[in-house]
């Protein structure tokens, strides 16, 4: 009976993760990935009105962010596909596991550092009152919680559109 039960556990796990890694697979088989970094940038490029040469540096500086992000989320991937294996070894390597687990969050974290440098470099682009209207359009994306809905901003304004969400 003892062995039937730990069965029946494992089963239901393999099933209820299963159904995660498919619910995930078939979300996520769509190109809304593709198209949402030109999403962005048109929002960006669109609200800010940058001119032509502005846009040109922007191009230049958002290209080499997207393969900077590539680069670091295929590297995020090929790390978790090394460690899920061992999800399902007899015995746990702690070493290796948490020797993975760094890799993991050195990588997450050069993805952040990415983004908060890739947001500086548009800020640098930027003239006095894109400044000021880029500042205020990213405070309001970070304020946002996860139902979209965002407390007032702080100096009571809200002439300018929100950033595109991702659904």
């Given at each position: 009976?003892?062995?039937?039960?730990?069965?029946?556990?494992?089963?239901?796990?393999?099933i209820?993760?299963?159904?995660?890694?498919?619910?995930?697979y078939?979300?996520?088989?769509?190109?809304?990935?593709?198209?949402?970094?030109?999403?962005?940038?048109?929002?960006?490029?669109?609200?800010?009105?940058?001119?032509?040469?502005?846009?040109?540096?922007?191009?230049?500086?958002?290209?080499?962010?997207?393969?900077?992000?590539?680069?670091?989320?295929?590297?995020?991937?090929?790390?978790?596909?090394?460690?899920?294996?061992n999800?399902?070894?007899?015995t746990?390597?702690?070493?290796v596991?948490?020797?993975?687990?760094?890799?993991?969050?050195?990588?997450?974290?050069?993805?952040e550092?990415?983004?908060?440098?890739?947001f500086?470099?548009?800020?640098?682009?930027?003239?006095?009152?894109?400044?000021?209207?880029?500042k205020?359009?990213?405070?309001?994306?970070?304020?946002?919680?996860?139902?979209?809905?965002?407390?007032?901003?702080?100096?009571?304004?809200?002439?300018?559109?929100?950033?595109?969400?991702?659904?």
């Amino acid at each position: 009976m003892k062995k039937n039960t730990i069965l029946y556990v494992l089963l239901i796990f393999l099933i209820i993760v299963n159904g995660f890694f498919l619910f995930n697979y078939l979300k996520g088989g769509n190109d809304n990935k593709r198209i949402e970094p030109k999403r962005n940038r048109d929002f960006i490029v669109k609200e800010l009105n940058f001119d032509a040469t502005q846009l040109e540096q922007f191009n230049v500086k958002s290209e080499e962010h997207h393969e900077t992000m590539k680069r670091l989320s295929d590297e995020i991937k090929d790390l978790k596909d090394n460690l899920f294996p061992n999800l399902f070894d007899e015995t746990i390597n702690e070493s290796v596991i948490d020797s993975l687990m760094s890799l993991i969050c050195v990588k997450e974290k050069e993805q952040e550092k990415e983004i908060f440098y890739h947001f500086r470099a548009i800020q640098e682009i930027a003239n006095d009152k894109q400044k000021e209207k880029f500042k205020t359009i990213l405070m309001d994306a970070l304020r946002q919680n996860d139902h979209g809905k965002r407390p007032p901003p702080p100096n009571g304004k809200d002439d300018h559109r929100r950033p595109p969400r991702r659904d």
